[in-house]
């Protein structure tokens, strides 16, 4: 049987540190693949957002996350994942080809919270900024997301 394949997900809105805690996280665990969707979209298309290139980069990171399974390699998923529905879907998606593949996964969801104000500040310094609207509305979306509905085996706050 293959090893035990850990999952990180972190969530949280921009801003608040995932990046960096990833970047972190991955140099003390050289062995696990960080996934990271502004890095493919800065990588596909300079970072432009359009529906079509999101829908581009959304598909490649999920054939990445596969490919990690495949290579029975641990990963952090450094994204925003604010969204009820998308967050149910990803996981689903990452579960099913884990059973497909005979392969046991354990997925972890790290929810950063931080100050919004503090986040928006450090967003306006970024090279791609996504602005405060976006920010808010990530904010009260994240909030509504319901983890009891979550099929995650642990849920750890980063504050």
């Known amino acids: 049987m293959s090893k035990l394949i850990k999952i990180k997900i972190l969530s949280g809105i921009p801003g608040c540190g995932k990046s960096t805690w990833a970047r972190n996280f991955i140099a003390k665990n050289p062995d696990t693949k960080r996934i990271n969707r502004d890095d493919l979209r800065k990588m596909f298309d300079d970072s432009r957002y359009t529906d079509g290139n999101e829908s581009f980069v959304n598909k490649a990171k999920l054939a990445l996350v596969k490919c990690a399974i495949d290579f029975d390699k641990d990963m952090v998923v450094d994204d925003t994942h604010c969204y009820a529905e998308y967050l149910d879907w990803f996981i689903n998606e990452i579960r099913t080809y884990a ?61």
């Open 99 to 159: 059973d497909l593949s005979n392969k046991p996964i354990d997925i972890e969801l790290v929810s950063f919270d931080a100050d919004i104000d503090f986040c928006i500040v450090r967003d306006s310094n970024r090279e791609v900024p996504v602005g405060k609207n976006a920010i808010y509305f990530m904010d009260k979306s994240k909030k509504e997301i319901d983890i009891s509905k979550l099929k995650i085996n642990l849920y750890t706050i980063v504050k």
